[in-house]
């Protein structure tokens, strides 16, 4: 008798008696296991509010994690950031991604910003496009853009920070048709670190996130509907945005907020 413990804990046999007989998968199954330590993770402003969440969840999971912003790795002061590798640079300038991206095999990001509509479209647009084709370039696998729900009516004041999540999109879905994935979050609540203080935006987010879950239909109402998209907690849009860089067989597309809901109840399941 021949059996070996597998990692989930199944007995597999590796001999059998049975010379001719063809070697027969009986199931398959996902395993929430910690992915290989060969995976390098690099966080677009991973000094932010949602980036420095996704680094911390990355580090919990194993992931070796790299991050790249203007002020690299700012005024971060908790020991997880410690165990990043911070660079400074600007997607506005792509020749400054070149070093942060070796032995990197998925990117996540987190750039983005309010201003004025050419503004809004250059750092939510242009900033992305030049992060996702140098990375393309360079042999990337997994490219995970935190973009934005649709606002319905507000969407026209803040013309180009819509324009420009779409058009990042667009580039992604093209240049990683098979490794891209959209995250578009509506009001995301959590803990936002400014200066030396941590604001509990959690206060607001977590009430109406419990309220209006359950409200999907409000979400269709023509034009003042998507402001009813519901808020959704930091830690979810972490949980899924590391899923979507690290899993080979998380699903390329976009992942709207119940995607992101659905996704972080099965996990916790
Ligand atoms: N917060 C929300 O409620 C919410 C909701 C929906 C979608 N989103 C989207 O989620 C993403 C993250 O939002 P957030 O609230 O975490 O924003 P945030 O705290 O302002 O973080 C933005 C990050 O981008 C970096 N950055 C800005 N311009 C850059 C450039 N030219 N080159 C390199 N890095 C640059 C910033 O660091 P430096 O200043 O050091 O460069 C910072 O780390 C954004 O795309 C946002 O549109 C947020």
Not at 39 to 53: A, C, I, P
Not at 133 to 148: N, W
Not at 229 to 252: E, G, Q
Request: with cysteine.
């Amino acid at each position: 008798m021949c059996r070996v413990a597998g990692r989930n804990g199944r007995y597999l046999c590796t001999e059998s008696n049975k010379v001719d007989e063809p070697f027969k998968v009986e199931e398959a199954e996902t395993v929430d296991a910690p992915p290989p330590p060969t995976e390098k993770l690099l966080v677009l402003g991973g000094n932010g509010f949602v980036g420095s969440h996704i680094c911390r969840e990355a580090l919990n999971r194993g992931v070796a994690v790299a991050s790249l912003s203007r002020s690299g790795r700012s005024k971060l002061h908790d020991s997880w950031a410690n165990s990043v590798t911070w660079y400074q640079g600007n997607l506005l300038e792509p020749e400054s991604l070149k070093d942060a991206l070796s032995g990197v095999t998925a990117v996540i990001s987190c750039v983005g910003g309010f201003g004025s509509n050419a503004y809004m479209y250059k750092i939510n647009g242009t900033a992305n496009i030049n992060a996702i084709r140098v990375a393309s370039e360079q042999g990337v696998k997994r490219f995970v853009y935190i973009s934005a729900a649709d606002f319905g009516v507000a969407n026209y004041l803040l013309q180009g920070y819509y324009e420009g999540k779409r058009a990042a999109e667009t580039e992604l879905l093209t240049k990683f048709p098979y490794g891209g994935v959209i995250l578009r979050p509506g009001f995301i609540y959590g803990t936002r670190t400014v200066g030396s203080m941590k604001i509990p935006l959690g206060v607001i987010g977590s009430p109406m996130e419990m309220v209006l879950q359950h409200a999907k239909p409000l979400t269709q109402i023509p034009l003042v509907g998507p402001l009813f998209t519901t808020p959704v907690n930091v830690t979810a849009v972490s949980k899924v945005a590391v899923r979507a860089a690290t899993d080979p067989v998380f699903p390329p597309g976009i992942v709207d907020v119940h995607g992101i809901l659905r996704y972080t109840q099965q996990k916790s399941r």
